[in-house]
């Protein structure tokens, strides 16, 4: 019995992270789209384009693609080439899908590292316009990379799982 309640509350704090991950991705597309309406009334009503709200506008936009990427999306629902996926049998598309999570990992996994050091070198540089630090406007890519590994190794060690047919 306590096995089962700590898998009841392990899957309620997921979907409460979840739930936590779409509210934010929500707001930072939400962000980038008032900000974008806001840039149209102040260039074509007002005649007078802020330089502020466009690039606030693309940072909300970058930092809302990413987070969708790693956080909202599941990775089975990404963008794929499937073609010969689509035809072979089950336990191939398997065997295929086991080796790119494989390979996924292990890229992303080598991206990290030179990822952070790039990320500390943008902290010399600023935004031209909000002279916000060019490290946190792109620091979304490392938990891009993070968030999208997890959901690898969560999909992958799935498909060693009993339950491997939910995962293809």
């Known amino acids: ?4 309640d700590k898998a009841n509350a392990l899957r309620k704090w997921g979907i409460f992270l979840k739930g936590v991950a779409d509210t934010i991705g ?4 939400l962000s980038a789209f008032v900000g974008f309406i806001i840039q149209i009334f102040y260039r074509y009503v007002m005649n007078r384009p802020l330089l502020w709200i466009e690039e ?4 909300a936009f ?6 969708a990427a790693a956080f909202c999306v599941p990775i089975r629902e990404h963008v794929s080439f ?3 996926y689509d035809i072979v049998p089950e336990r191939t598309r398997r065997l295929f899908t086991m080796f790119s999570m494989v390979m996924l ?11 952070w050091d790039y990320l500390d070198f943008l902290t010399r540089k600023k935004s031209s316009v909000l002279r916000i630090p060019m490290n946190l406007v792109y620091g979304c890519y490392l938990l891009f990379l993070f968030g999208f590994t997890v959901q690898a190794i969560w999909r992958l060690m799935r498909l060693f799982g009993p339950k491997w047919t939910e995962e293809i």
Request: hydrophobic share 80%; charged share 5%; proline share 3%.
């Open 1 to 4: 019995m306590a096995a089962r």
């Open 26 to 29: 929500a707001l930072f597309f």
């Open 56 to 59: 606030f506008t693309m940072i």
């Open 62 to 67: 970058v930092w809302a693609v990413f987070w």
């Open 82 to 84: 499937d073609v010969v």
């Open 105 to 115: 990992i292990a890229a992303f996994a080598l991206l990290i590292p030179y990822t």
